[in-house]
């Protein structure tokens, strides 16, 4: 009989949610992959690879855990007796990113195993593919593994046999769930709203003229199609410059223009708003470190008209919206509780109904490296990729959005199989470009 390990802590409301819908099969990872470069062009070494690794694991209590009665109204966080990195890490010969990310979103993992709840691909160009289960982290933990292991990568080889692979999970206390480190309780207000649009007629609710997508289909695939949208650190730069001057944010102006391509795509006629969320980090509410694996994110649901004119008043506006309503997003977490623990159903529920989310934009931000060694080659971390799958139940289309230390950004749209159609995505995806190089241009001219 196969040895319990440590409970760690009982998980939290918000990753329960994440637990069951990975559970019933609506999920699979969250995944940010990243370029490490050597200024000599050395290669990654599988032995360097590994004792950084270890010293990541040691770090991060995150990476040393399972779950424990997964299926129980309760479920928990139990350390694991040891991590076994040669089970968890693979290499691949491919170079395609595009492909990896779609295969990567296509696997949930085994929660009956005796692994922890990540894995790593590691690519011929040495862009390493971080996935994990969304109940350890949130879109920022990705960026918290990749700043440790380059971290780890410049420290240097330690005396560990090269052949060792396996490594002690971390004792050090898991960051707890959101509920403990803030108040989640929801105003009277919230409750009867959210109340309404459970159970009212779908003519009544607000999502009722708004454009989602196709219905959530009843046969459930995890497939997700990928396209990447790059834009280099100049243009970024003037990006930034552009937002500024109109009061706005990059996430407002990507939302804004989002907004606006869809409108020139979508049947006027038939939709009036389009429905929209915008994942909201609580770390600062929290008070939760950037460099911790933690599951701290609200959303803020919108309905914005169909315009099919980009607008930086508009972008101004909402980016002054994501602000003051970022405190009242925990709200958003704590109407979890009226589920009752009825989460299985809860999801099952929305199989072949209206899809409840358009168009996604969840953007985490830049990555900061940690200070480098003053002498010696040192890792750099060059192209970084944002995903998550979500595939079944979520937003119609997302957009990723990660920055990268360069100062160059990418966008991962992503959209589940049969959600919307692949042609429309690609469309969508080619306009999204075209207007943010237009206004690029606007203000180089």
């Known amino acids: ?9 009982p998980a939290g409301l918000l990753e329960r949610y994440h637990i069951v ?13 990243a370029q490490y470069i050597h200024p000599e062009n050395h290669r990654l070494e599988k032995g360097a690879l590994f004792q950084a690794l ?11 855990i399972r779950l424990a009665r997964e299926l129980s109204p309760n479920p928990s966080f139990e350390r694991l007796q040891i991590v076994d990195l040669a089970e968890i890490v693979e290499f691949s010969d491919s170079c395609g990113l595009k492909a990896t990310i779609e295969a990567q979103l296509l696997r949930p993992f085994n929660t009956a195993s005796a692994l922890p709840l990540w894995r790593v691909v590691v690519m011929k160009d040495d862009t390493i593919c971080f996935a994990w289960h969304h109940c350890i982290g949130d879109g920022m933990s990705g960026l918290a593994f990749h700043r440790t292991l380059q971290a780890s990568l410049e420290e240097g080889e330690d005396h560990t046999p090269a052949a060792n692979y396996t490594v002690l999970p971390s004792r050090n206390t898991f960051t707890p769930a959101i509920e403990e480190m803030t108040s989640l309780t929801p105003s009277w207000g919230k409750v009867v709203l959210e109340i309404f649009e459970l159970f009212a007629p779908t003519a009544w609710t607000r999502g009722a003229s708004a454009w989602t997508g196709n219905p959530v289909k009843t046969d459930i695939s995890l497939t997700t199609r990928v396209l990447l949208i790059e834009f280099a650190p100049d243009e970024v730069s003037a990006l ?4 500024r001057s109109h009061k706005a944010t990059l996430t407002s102006a990507f939302q804004t223009m989002a907004i606006s391509v869809l409108s020139s795509l979508i049947p006027a006629e038939k939709h009036k708003t389009i429905s929209s969320y915008v994942p909201i980090s609580l770390r600062g509410i929290a008070g939760t470190p950037s460099d911790v694996f933690c599951d701290h994110v609200s959303t803020l649901h919108s309905y914005p008209r169909i315009n099919a004119t980009f607008s930086w008043v508009e972008a101004a506006q909402y980016a002054s919206r994501l602000r ?27 199989l072949g109904k209206k899809r409840q989310g358009g168009i996604e934009i969840s953007n985490v931000g830049r990555f900061e490296a940690k200070s480098s060694l003053e002498a010696g080659p040192t890792w750099s971390i060059g192209r970084m990729v944002f995903a998550q799958c979500d595939a079944v139940l979520g937003a119609a289309l997302k957009l990723n959005v990660v920055g990268d230390s360069l100062g160059g950004v990418t966008v991962a749209v992503t959209w589940g199989a049969g959600a919307i159609p692949d042609s429309f995505a690609e469309e969508f995806t080619s306009r999204f470009k075209v207007g943010i190089d237009r206004l690029l241009k606007a203000t180089s001219g």
């Not at 270890?54 to 040393?64: E, F, S, T, Y």
């Not at 930034?240 to 937002?243: E, M, Q, S």
Request: overall charge positive.
């Open 324 to 350: 003051s309503y970022t405190p009242q997003s925990v709200e958003e977490i704590g109407m979890i509780r009226f589920l009752f623990g009825k989460y299985a159903s809860f999801f099952k529920g929305k």
């Open 1 to 9: 009989m196969e040895e319990r390990g440590e409970i760690v802590r």
């Open 21 to 33: 819908r990975h559970s019933v099969g609506l999920d699979s990872c969250v995944l940010n992959a």
């Open 240 to 243: 930034l410059n552009i937002c």
């Open 54 to 64: 270890r010293k990541v694991v040691q770090l991060h209590p995150a990476l040393g």
